[in-house]
Nanobody
Framework: QVQLVESGGGSVQAGGSLRLSCAVS????????MGWFRQFPGEEREEQEG??????????TYHDSVNGRFTISKDNAKNTLYLQMNRLNPEDTAMYYC??????????????????WGQGTQVTVSS
């Protein structure tokens, strides 16, 4: 059974940093394509935004709004996915989800492709 468990969310002031973790079991991170997504307050789950993805060869893709501020990475030994978030601003406030195993396409910021999801971790940024 595949399980993804996020942690590391919280409340920070604008300009601060957080590192999200996604501990994975039942699935090998090293050979996986994985992503981070976020759902903004008041929006439906289907409207969630792709934040970053990482492929098995380490290639990464970022949403324009986070490029240069966020970094996605994997620790294969710990079977864990990370999202380092720097220079946070209030517009980054959202529920953040990690996801794995996209199928049916190659745009890895498309939430609809992913088959496995975590339960989410809340990030709140105050001005």
């Amino acid at each position: 059974q595949v399980q993804l468990v996020e942690s590391g969310g919280g409340s920070v002031q604008a300009g601060g940093s957080l590192r999200l973790s996604c501990a994975v079991s039942g699935y090998t991170v090293s050979s996986a394509i994985m992503g981070w997504f976020r759902q903004f307050p008041g929006e439906e789950r289907e409207e969630q935004e792709g934040v970053a993805s990482i492929e098995s060869d380490g290639s990464t893709t970022y949403h324009d709004s986070v490029n240069g501020r966020f970094t996605i990475s994997k620790d294969n030994a710990k079977n864990t996915l990370y999202l380092q978030m720097n220079r946070l601003n209030p517009e980054d406030t959202a529920m953040y989800y990690c996801a794995a195993h996209p199928t049916g396409g190659a745009w890895y910021l498309d939430y609809a492709l992913y088959n496995y999801w975590g339960q989410g971790t809340q990030v709140t940024v105050s001005s």
